[in-house]
C-alpha cells in the first residue's frame, strides 16, 4: 500500500468489508480509484481533500469471518475486526483516504436491511460502533453499503438514515458519508429512481452537504462490468445525471467503473476519466474495479488477470495501448 501511495501518489483506498459475507479469495482483488480536480496534468502538491490529483488503488479484503459475529446488531468479532483495522491502520498510515465499504447489496443471509431482514437499528449498531472506532480519522470516509437492489427505495432511505444518525451520535461528525441508490448504484436513472428518496436523508445538524452520492457505472455493452470490451464511456449518462446535481446543489462519487485490459477500454476509460475530471464540482471521484472484467467466478479474479490500470489515464500521459498496461501473469504479493 505504501508502494501505491508513495511511488503512484495513489491518495484513496477503498476496503470492502463483509458485514455478513464470507470471502474466500486466494489473491486480494484490488481497485483503483481517484479524488478529482479539474486538471489532467500530475499535480503532487499538498491541497484539501477532492482537490488532489493523484489515483488511488484499494484492496478488496478477503475473509472467512463474520464482521459482527454472526449476529445482527451485536458486538464486532474483536478478532476479525483487529484484522481490519491493520488494513486501515496501513491505508492512514500513508496519509491517503479510507473508504469503509459494508459490501452486502443491503442484505444479511439473503433479506433485506428494514424490508424483512435486519431492523434499521441492527444496521444502525453495526455503523455506531465502526464510527466509535475512527471517529477522530478526519480521512475515513464511510460507504453505507456497496450496489443495493430489488429494494424499496423509501424505506432504504430511512435505513440509511438511521446509519447517519448512528455514526454521527458516535462522534464521528466530520467525515464524509456515502449513500447508495438502488438498482446496484447505477448512474443510469439515478434521478428518477433514487435520487428523490435519498435526498430526504440528511444529517443530524439538518445540513447535506457531508452526505455524498454513491453510484456505479460500468463501460460494457449490458453495463455490468462483465465483459472484456468496452462499447461507450457512458458520458451522456454522466451529464444527465451531473445535471440533476448541480439542479439540487448535490455531489456524487463514483464508487465502481472499468473494463478490460483491452484497446476499447483503454480508449472509453480514459475519456470517461477525463469527463470526471471536468466535471469535479459535482464528481468528487472515482473508483474502477482493477481486476478488470469478470471471467472468473466471483471471488476467484487473480489480482494480476485482465486489469487495466487507470493510473495511465490520470498522470499526464497519452492513452497507451493495451498492451502496455497489462500486469505480469503471476499473482502479486499485496503492498500491503
Request: net charge negative; charged share 15%; glycine share 10%.
Amino acid at each position: 500500500m505504501q508502494h501505491f501511495a508513495y511511488d503512484d501518489h495513489l491518495n484513496v483506498f477503498r476496503l470492502p468489508v463483509g458485514w455478513v459475507c464470507v470471502f474466500e479469495s486466494v489473491h486480494p482483488s484490488f481497485v483503483h480509484s481517484k479524488l478529482l480536480f479539474p486538471s489532467l496534468s500530475l499535480d503532487t502538491s499538498p491541497k484539501p481533500i477532492f482537490q488532489l490529483n493523484q489515483a488511488i488503488l484499494t484492496p478488496n479484503l478477503p475473509t472467512k469471518q463474520y464482521l459482527v459475529n454472526r449476529v445482527p446488531g451485536g458486538p464486532l468479532d474483536p478478532t476479525y475486526f483487529a484484522d481490519y483495522d491493520g488494513i486501515m491502520q496501513a491505508c492512514l498510515g500513508t496519509g491517503a483516504y479510507c473508504i469503509i465499504d459494508i459490501h452486502n447489496y443491503a442484505r444479511w443471509d439473503g433479506n433485506v436491511i428494514g424490508q424483512g431482514g435486519p431492523s434499521n437499528d441492527e444496521f444502525a449498531s453495526v455503523w455506531s460502533q465502526l464510527a466509535q472506532a475512527y471517529a477522530g480519522q478526519s480521512n475515513v470516509i464511510f460507504g453505507l453499503m456497496n450496489e443495493p437492489h430489488d429494494l424499496d427505495i423509501n424505506m432504504w432511505a430511512d435505513t440509511l438514515q438511521a446509519a447517519v444518525n448512528g455514526i454521527r451520535n458516535a462522534g464521528a461528525t466530520s467525515q464524509l458519508i456515502l449513500l447508495p441508490g438502488i438498482n446496484y448504484g447505477a448512474v443510469g436513472g439515478f434521478d428518477s429512481s433514487s435520487g428523490p428518496a435519498l435526498s430526504a436523508v440528511q444529517d443530524t445538524d439538518g445540513s447535506k452537504d457531508k452526505l455524498i452520492f454513491d453510484m456505479h457505472q460500468y463501460l460494457d455493452y449490458d453495463t455490468s462490468g462483465g465483459n472484456p470490451e468496452c462499447v461507450t464511456d457512458q458520458t451522456a449518462n454522466l451529464g444527465y445525471q451531473a445535471d440533476y446535481l448541480r439542479s439540487t446543489g448535490r455531489q456524487a462519487f463514483l464508487t465502481e467503473t472499468g473494463g478490460g485490459n483491452t484497446d476499447s477500454c483503454v480508449q472509453y476509460m480514459c475519456s470517461q476519466l477525463a469527463y470526471l475530471n471536468n466535471n469535479a464540482d459535482v464528481y468528487l471521484g472515482w473508483v474502477g474495479w482493477a481486476a478488470g472484467w469478470f471471467p472468473f467466478p466471483w471471488p476467484w479474479r487473480p489480482y494480476s488477470r485482465n486489469q487495466l490500470k487507470p493510473t495511465t489515464c490520470v498522470q499526464g500521459l497519452s492513452i497507451p495501448t493495451a498492451s502496455s498496461v497489462r500486469c505480469p501473469t503471476e499473482p502479486q504479493t499485496p503492498c500491503l
